[in-house]
């Protein structure tokens, strides 16, 4: 019990650290939600930055849009359905869960499930394989060394 | 497993022949052209109610029933400039035509500098002002100069995000014609 | 007259290359020793052509000389001189060109320091493999990348750079660094397909190989990070990293290399996990021609995508024939590789490494499928989608999350086995470190899951680190009761690849507590002023002091003066500003940063002065930025270190040559088992 006491008691710890953090702590500011969304929706006349982060007019555009949507009540999803409704599914810039955007979200932890199986199976076989049964050579060596003396 | 190697290696070159055909498929994309395809071609075109420099309002009631010419721009905007003979020579051929309207909405600029501009480029056609990016939003524009061909029935035949010239107009007007 | 001296030094380099493979083939067939020795002399030849082509590219960029259409397209008679001379490579053909400068130069220094084995097999296909890379890009050089193409009118002025790459002097170093790391991967690769071609899968090539595997890494590292530098001072969009696919392209050899770089070691203590590591080193060799195809192919939108080009069906190919070459060998071969050792508990730092490699595969699959994957929605659904940021970050948290849980706890692992006391034991004082960093985050107001486990599986690791250190001191001071300074620079010497390794270690865990605190932390808002007028953002004060008008051949520059201010303190003036170029449509904002220790202050001219004189101004207030950088310099330092020759012991007697280990080969215990692998 010694030996698990302080580990016990870091498990403690953290585990309190955690319980703060992940405690829901009830709605997001309209600003945290806003900021949230133009994280997510992509700058259209960029390469691939964000609303939140391009500079360009049409995104400062979109971010004036979005606090007045958010503050004239309209839900997440709804806000960011107006925007595929008019850009197109490519305005999104982590795709959807659905349909063939499925697969970029799943075949990471298909890839990484398959290789730790394959780890994990690589180090059960090699841990299974006492030799239990002698072989030629080694009752040959056990002659020779009765032999010897 | 007796060959674990061959199996991962034929899996891997499975992956990798699947990735080659994507990749060689894709091979001489222009990728700012496929980014600026406009998602509203074939659909009806969206409601806008702006002001109208010369004074009252500008709303798309106003061009039903007309091939529609409706291009974003605003009067510090390079390629804009670039874009304006064009815009000139074309609104010169087709100003008499009964079924054809062309509207300029203007998008982050001031009204001060609008005007003066109109005034010194002699802008025949009308000006909607959209400075809180309504319209431009609705029409999902990706910046400037950006024009749509409304046909008649109210739907977008044709989008372009950059610079117009001659040819490129006329055929957005015989679009906009030909959707009805 | 230069661009034939040009094409005819290209016509050379690949002229050696193929004489060379010829030679080597013929020398190996028929076991003549002349035959290899010329063979490897063509190396020489190809470094010299190399380098007299660049030569001649150089001489014509200095004298602007506009007749080759690359010099036109890249230079203009204004073009300050740093920028005429790193308008090598400002442009695809020049960048083909760099590449085959730096591959000269590899294997030329792979022909010399093997030289005195030259009739070794191994050697003699690592040398012809490296000699057909070359070749390749000498070929490109040759057909649709030519370099010294020229006009059939010569235009008075050049057109001059992209605006985007003569503003800032990171020009100079970052596609040069880059360009290091990625060709030196070329080294490993060459001996690779060496050690498969020939069967021998012993750890000769990879103890051979393995310094110019860690250059190659270290000058990759190095280039990402002035790369992430230049996204952050120069393209002004506040941050550094956006997940870009030509990013991504340098990122991907970087993580199968990390991998690599790790999985070596247990290669070489335990014998182990051959055939994964010569698919690694592979892999990371194809992921760098995979990256320039993605950069120069017009493939997929990005901000890298300066120029179209007509090279991304020949890049494509030439990755084809790499891959299933290599996948091939390893098909044929791989199962012969079986290593006798096996790992023995799974609390071992073989396991350790293992999920290490495990890890930072499924990142390289995770960045790889990213980026591609709107190719792959487009084929399938017919429209594109697009995977960016949330995408990227919300993969790839938990993997770094793990990595840093791994950096933690395996330099506490020993080799083999051990019992679950010993480890916890070696681990406590560490943990508890980590523990208690992470509720003290809490308290102090941070709130993001993984903000907290970052910064205590960082402090975790930190700990873990100073232990390392902690004990080799100790370890001396008991034995040789020298003191703490000198032990610390003896413990060091006598095992630079630990400590070096630990250094970077810690360079790792600044970067990615800054990574956490600037996903959680920081201000952007934009303010519009007046001249005089003020603003606070995050207890900074702003004020618009003044603008200016700058106008030149080759552009013309508005900045604005702003004094920047906290509390009353001042911290200077700092001067955003927006270029127009004559021959670009839209202006080009220049940030200006205030960096400090805890903050940096990032301002950029979101609008000039308009009709009232006012300005509309963005700010930024970015945490901890300065301390990526120096993350990266530790990384960097420690990479050096790890380079570094072992101090011998002087106190033990001098062997005679003929028992000693040679000055490369690494002497620490190692199972007793064949050097070469008796094909069964």
Same mark, same amino acid.
């Given at each position: 019990?010694?030996?698990?006491?302080?580990?016990?008691?870091?498990?403690?710890?953290?585990?309190?650290?955690?319980?703060?953090?992940?405690?829901?702590?009830?709605?997001?500011?309209?600003?945290?939600?806003?900021?949230?969304?133009?994280?997510?929706?992509?700058?259209?006349?960029?390469?691939?930055?964000?609303?939140?982060?391009?500079?360009?007019?049409?995104?400062?555009?979109?971010?004036?849009?979005?606090?007045?949507?958010?503050?004239?009540?309209?839900?997440?999803?709804?806000?960011?359905?107006?925007?595929?409704?008019?850009?197109?599914?490519?305005?999104?810039?982590?795709?959807?869960?659905?349909?063939?955007?499925?697969?970029?979200?799943?075949?990471?932890?298909?890839?990484?499930?398959?290789?730790?199986?394959?780890?994990?199976?690589?180090?059960?076989?090699?841990?299974?394989?006492?030799?239990?049964?002698?072989?030629?050579?080694?009752?040959?060596?056990?002659?020779?060394?009765?032999?010897?003396? | 497993?007796?060959?674990?190697?061959?199996?991962?290696?034929?899996?891997?070159?499975?992956?990798?022949?699947?990735?080659?055909?994507?990749? *060689? +498929?894709?091979?001489?994309?222009?990728?700012?052209? =496929?980014?600026?395809?406009?998602?509203? @071609? !074939?659909?009806?075109?969206? %409601?806008?109610?702006?002001?109208?420099?010369?004074?009252?309002?500008?709303?798309?009631?106003?061009?039903?029933?007309?091939?529609?010419?409706?291009?974003?721009?605003?009067?510090?905007?390079?390629?804009?400039?670039?874009?304006?003979? *064009? +815009?000139?020579?074309?609104?010169?051929?087709?100003? =008499?035509?009964?079924?054809?309207?062309? @509207? !300029?909405?203007?998008?982050? %600029?001031?009204?001060?500098?609008?005007?003066?501009?109109?005034?010194?480029?002699?802008?025949?056609?009308?000006?909607?002002?959209?400075?809180?990016?309504?319209?431009?939003?609705?029409?999902?524009?990706?910046?400037?100069?950006?024009?749509?061909?409304?046909?008649?029935?109210?739907?977008?035949?044709?989008?372009?995000?950059?610079?117009?010239?001659?040819?490129?107009?006329?055929?957005?007007?015989?679009?906009?014609?030909?959707?009805? | 007259?230069?661009?034939?001296?040009?094409?005819?030094?290209?016509?050379?380099?690949?002229?050696?290359?193929?004489?060379?493979?010829?030679?080597?083939?013929?020398?190996?067939?028929?076991?003549?020793?002349?035959?290899?020795?010329?063979?490897?002399?063509?190396?020489?030849?190809?470094?010299?052509?190399?380098?007299?082509?660049?030569?001649?590219?150089?001489?014509?960029?200095?004298?602007?000389?506009?007749?080759?259409?690359?010099?036109?397209?890249?230079?203009?008679?204004?073009?300050?001189?740093?920028?005429?001379?790193?308008?090598?490579?400002?442009?695809?053909?020049?960048?083909?060109?760099?590449?085959?400068?730096?591959?000269?130069?590899?294997?030329?220094?792979?022909?010399?320091?093997?030289?005195?084995?030259?009739?070794?097999?191994?050697?003699?296909?690592?040398?012809?493999?490296?000699?057909?890379?070359?070749?390749?890009?000498?070929?490109?050089?040759?057909?649709?990348?030519?370099?010294?193409?020229?006009?059939?009118?010569?235009?008075?002025?050049?057109?001059?750079?992209?605006?985007?790459?003569?503003?800032?002097?990171?020009?100079?170093?970052?596609?040069?660094?880059?360009?290091?790391?990625?060709?030196?991967?070329?080294?490993?690769?060459?001996?690779?397909?060496?050690?498969?071609?020939?069967?021998?899968?012993?750890?000769?090539?990879?103890?051979?190989?393995?310094?110019?595997?860690?250059?190659?890494?270290?000058?990759?590292?190095?280039?990402?990070?002035?790369?992430?530098?230049?996204?952050?001072?120069?393209?002004?969009?506040?941050?550094?990293?956006?997940?870009?696919?030509?990013?991504?392209?340098?990122?991907?050899?970087?993580?199968?290399?990390?991998?690599?770089?790790?999985?070596?070691?247990?290669?070489?203590?335990?014998?182990?996990?051959?055939?994964?590591?010569?698919?690694?080193?592979?892999?990371?060799?194809?992921?760098?021609?995979?990256?320039?195809?993605?950069?120069?192919?017009?493939?997929?939108?990005?901000?890298?995508?300066?120029?179209?080009?007509?090279?991304?069906?020949?890049?494509?190919?030439?990755?084809?024939?790499?891959?299933?070459?290599?996948?091939?060998?390893?098909?044929?071969?791989?199962?012969?590789?079986?290593?006798?050792?096996?790992?023995?508990?799974?609390?071992?730092?073989?396991?350790?490494?293992?999920?290490?490699?495990?890890?930072?595969?499924?990142?390289?699959?995770?960045?790889?499928?990213?980026?591609?994957?709107?190719?792959?929605?487009?084929?399938?659904?017919?429209?594109?989608?697009?995977?960016?940021?949330?995408?990227?970050?919300?993969?790839?948290?938990?993997?770094?999350?793990?990595?840093?849980?791994?950096?933690?706890?395996?330099?506490?692992?020993?080799?083999?086995?051990?019992?679950?006391?010993?480890?916890?034991?070696?681990?406590?004082?560490?943990?508890?470190?980590?523990?208690?960093?992470?509720?003290?985050?809490?308290?102090?107001?941070?709130?993001?899951?993984?903000?907290?486990?970052?910064?205590?599986?960082?402090?975790?690791?930190?700990?873990?680190?100073?232990?390392?250190?902690?004990?080799?001191?100790?370890?001396?001071?008991?034995?040789?009761?020298?003191?703490?300074?000198?032990?610390?620079?003896?413990?060091?010497?006598?095992?630079?690849?630990?400590?070096?390794?630990?250094?970077?270690?810690?360079?790792?865990?600044?970067?990615?507590?800054?990574?956490?605190?600037?996903?959680?932390?920081?201000?952007?808002?934009?303010?519009?002023?007046?001249?005089?007028?003020?603003?606070?953002?995050?207890?900074?004060?702003?004020?618009?002091?003044?603008?200016?008008?700058?106008?030149?051949?080759?552009?013309?520059?508005?900045?604005?003066?702003?004094?920047?201010?906290?509390?009353?303190?001042?911290?200077?003036?700092?001067?955003?500003?927006?270029?127009?170029?004559?021959?670009?449509?839209?202006?080009?904002?220049?940030?200006?940063?205030?960096?400090?220790?805890?903050?940096?202050?990032?301002?950029?001219?979101?609008?000039?002065?308009?009709?009232?004189?006012?300005?509309?101004?963005?700010?930024?207030?970015?945490?901890?930025?300065?301390?990526?950088?120096?993350?990266?310099?530790?990384?960097?330092?420690?990479?050096?270190?790890?380079?570094?020759?072992?101090?011998?012991?002087?106190?033990?007697?001098?062997?005679?040559?003929?028992?000693?280990?040679?000055?490369?080969?690494?002497?620490?215990?190692?199972?007793?088992?064949?050097?070469?692998?008796?094909?069964?």
């Amino acid at each position: 019990m010694r030996r698990w006491g302080p580990w016990i008691a870091l498990g403690v710890v953290v585990a309190v650290a955690l319980a703060v953090v992940l405690w829901p702590n009830g709605e997001q500011s309209p600003a945290a939600r806003a900021h949230e969304l133009e994280t997510q929706l992509k700058c259209p006349e960029c390469q691939g930055l964000s609303v939140a982060d391009s500079q360009a007019p049409t995104s400062r555009a979109i971010r004036t849009d979005i606090k007045r949507r958010v503050a004239a009540g309209q839900s997440d999803e709804e806000i960011r359905q107006s925007y595929i409704d008019r850009y197109g599914d490519s305005i999104l810039l982590a795709p959807e869960d659905s349909g063939v955007s499925l697969l970029v979200w799943i075949l990471p932890v298909v890839v990484l499930a398959l290789g730790a199986t394959g780890i994990v199976f690589a180090l059960r076989r090699n841990r299974e394989e006492p030799h239990l049964h002698p072989t030629d050579a080694d009752e040959r060596l056990v002659e020779r060394s009765r032999a010897d003396g | 497993m007796k060959h674990p190697a061959r199996v991962v290696a034929l899996a891997v070159a499975l992956v990798v022949v699947v990735l080659g055909v994507v990749l *060689a +498929l894709n091979v001489g994309n222009d990728p700012e052209q =496929d980014a600026k395809q406009s998602h509203l @071609v !074939g659909k009806a075109a969206p %409601d806008f109610d702006l002001p109208n420099l010369a004074g009252g309002r500008v709303k798309l009631a106003d061009v039903a029933g007309k091939a529609t010419i409706v291009n974003f721009w605003n009067s510090w905007c390079i390629p804009c400039q670039q874009e304006a003979p *064009a +815009l000139q020579q074309f609104f010169a051929a087709h100003k =008499d035509d009964s079924d054809f309207v062309m @509207v !300029g909405i203007v998008r982050d %600029d001031t009204t001060g500098d609008v005007r003066a501009y109109v005034k010194k480029n002699q802008v025949g056609w009308t000006i909607a002002l959209d400075p809180e990016n309504v319209a431009a939003l609705d029409f999902a524009t990706r910046g400037q100069p950006e024009t749509y061909a409304i046909s008649p029935g109210g739907l977008v035949a044709a989008a372009k995000y950059g610079p117009m010239s001659s040819t490129e107009l006329e055929s957005f007007l015989a679009a906009a014609r030909a959707s009805g | 007259m230069k661009a034939a001296l040009g094409y005819a030094a290209v016509a050379f380099g690949a002229g050696a290359s193929v004489v060379g493979i010829t030679a080597l083939l013929a020398g190996l067939q028929l076991r003549d020793a002349f035959l290899l020795r010329f063979g490897r002399r063509c190396v020489f030849v190809v470094l010299l052509a190399a380098v007299a082509a660049a030569g001649v590219m150089e001489w014509a960029l200095l004298t602007h000389d506009f007749s080759l259409r690359y010099v036109a397209e890249n230079n203009a008679t204004g073009t300050p001189l740093l920028y005429t001379i790193t308008g090598l490579w400002a442009a695809l053909e020049g960048s083909i060109l760099l590449w085959a400068v730096i591959l000269g130069g590899y294997l030329t220094f792979v022909v010399l320091k093997f030289r005195r084995r030259a009739s070794d097999p191994l050697v003699a296909i690592a040398t012809i493999t490296g000699l057909v890379v070359a070749l390749f890009f000498f070929a490109l050089m040759l057909g649709p990348a030519n370099p010294f193409r020229e006009l059939a009118t010569v235009p008075v002025d050049g057109r001059g750079p992209n605006p985007l790459l003569q503003n800032h002097v990171l020009m100079a170093f970052h596609p040069p660094i880059l360009y290091l790391g990625y060709v030196g991967f070329t080294v490993p690769f060459m001996f690779g397909i060496a050690a498969l071609v020939t069967g021998r899968f012993g750890e000769g090539w990879l103890a051979d190989t393995r310094r110019a595997t860690l250059v190659a890494w270290g000058f990759l590292t190095v280039g990402i990070i002035l790369g992430a530098w230049w996204s952050y001072e120069v393209l002004g969009w506040g941050g550094f990293w956006a997940w870009d696919p030509v990013e991504n392209a340098s990122l991907l050899p970087w993580l199968t290399g990390t991998a690599f770089i790790h999985s070596v070691i247990v290669q070489e203590r335990r014998g182990m996990l051959r055939v994964w590591n010569l698919s690694l080193v592979i892999a990371t060799f194809c992921l760098t021609i995979l990256g320039t195809f993605l950069t120069r192919s017009g493939v997929i939108d990005s901000v890298h995508a300066f120029t179209q080009s007509d090279i991304g069906p020949w890049l494509l190919a030439f990755l084809g024939v790499v891959a299933a070459t290599g996948i091939g060998l390893v098909a044929w071969r791989g199962d012969q590789l079986r290593a006798p050792g096996r790992i023995d508990s799974a609390v071992s730092r073989e396991s350790a490494f293992l999920a290490n490699n495990l890890l930072f595969a499924g990142l390289a699959f995770v960045v790889l499928l990213g980026t591609v994957f709107p190719l792959i929605a487009e084929a399938l659904r017919g429209s594109r989608l697009s995977v960016g940021e949330p995408y990227f970050d919300r993969m790839a948290t938990p993997i770094g999350l793990a990595l840093l849980f791994l950096m933690a706890a395996a330099p506490a692992l020993p080799w083999r086995a051990t019992s679950g006391e010993v480890v916890r034991n070696r681990l406590l004082v560490p943990a508890w470190i980590g523990g208690l960093t992470m509720l003290g985050a809490v308290v102090l107001g941070a709130r993001g899951l993984a903000e907290i486990l970052a910064y205590g599986l960082g402090a975790f690791a930190t700990a873990g680190i100073v232990r390392q250190f902690a004990l080799g001191i100790r370890g001396r001071r008991r034995a040789l009761g020298e003191s703490r300074a000198v032990a610390l620079g003896r413990a060091t010497r006598s095992n630079p690849r630990l400590y070096g390794g630990l250094v970077v270690h810690f360079g790792v865990v600044l970067i990615a507590v800054v990574l956490a605190a600037s996903s959680a932390y920081g201000a952007n808002r934009d303010v519009k002023l007046a001249r005089g007028q003020s603003a606070t953002v995050s207890g900074y004060t702003l004020t618009y002091l003044r603008s200016h008008t700058e106008r030149s051949d080759q552009k013309t520059t508005v900045s604005a003066d702003i004094k920047v201010e906290r509390g009353d303190r001042l911290l200077g003036t700092y001067s955003p500003a927006i270029s127009t170029y004559p021959n670009s449509t839209e202006g080009i904002g220049t940030p200006s940063v205030h960096t400090g220790v805890a903050d940096d202050v990032y301002l950029t001219l979101v609008s000039s002065p308009n009709s009232q004189q006012r300005i509309t101004l963005g700010v930024r207030i970015n945490p901890m930025i300065v301390w990526l950088w120096i993350g990266g310099g530790f990384m960097a330092l420690g990479t050096v270190l790890a380079l570094a020759p072992r101090l011998r012991h002087r106190s033990r007697p001098l062997r005679t040559s003929a028992v000693a280990p040679g000055p490369d080969h690494d002497p620490e215990p190692r199972d007793p088992e064949p050097r070469e692998e008796v094909s069964v």
